[in-house]
């Protein structure tokens, strides 16, 4: 799918998860996340992700250690990622992502508004957030509102809006055209 392609797609990877058995566990030590890193690349068939995240646990603060902060950087700087952040669950966790990293993956919805602080802070900064459950997981009562809302914050870089079938997706891309030409 990638080949002769790579560069009309961005690809976004996390590290700090693994499955065995069907079974998930954490390991945010710098050489399970190399490995996943590496494993990605191999997988995808490709030289670099265009971003990397570390995984959340909800110990955002533990998980985002200088170690592995450092180690992100130097991914970076090897050129084998183009953008590096963090996936969190907490305030503080999306912050400390954006102080020293590029990107951060938060949630934000109408009926949520507890991680706005991060939004801010890299409206202020120049740095991106990824908005995960912009639908409430598929229970936003009004997904076009949904939408609205999300591409209304100037901290707000992309949103990931999921789908289970065809239909989902056409109404899901529908719902993101009239949710931008409302926000201009």
Do not use: C
Not at 33 to 53: G, M, N, Q, W
Not at 60 to 67: Q, R, T
């Amino acid at each position: 799918l990638l080949q002769g392609r790579r560069e009309e797609w961005v690809i976004v990877g996390k590290a700090g998860e693994e499955f065995e058995g069907g079974v998930s566990r954490y390991d945010f030590t710098p050489a399970a996340i190399e490995a996943s890193l590496h494993r990605s690349l191999k997988r995808l068939k490709t030289e670099y992700l265009d971003v990397l995240l570390i995984h959340s646990d909800g110990n955002d603060a533990a998980n985002l250690s200088d170690e592995v902060i450092a180690l992100m950087q130097d991914f970076k700087a090897r050129g084998l990622v183009r953008a590096i952040g963090a996936s969190t669950k907490t305030v503080e966790g999306g912050l400390r992502a954006l102080e020293f990293m590029d990107v951060a993956m938060a949630t934000y919805t109408p009926e949520y508004l507890d991680e706005k602080p991060v939004l801010d802070y890299a409206a202020a900064h120049g740095k991106g957030v990824l908005l995960k459950k912009v639908l409430g997981s598929g229970h936003a009562a009004d997904m076009q509102a949904a939408l609205a809302h999300a591409f209304a914050h100037p901290g707000m870089a992309a949103a990931i809006v999921g789908t289970i079938n065809p239909e989902h997706l056409r109404a899901n891309a529908e719902a993101v055209e009239r949710a931008l030409g409302q926000n201009g």
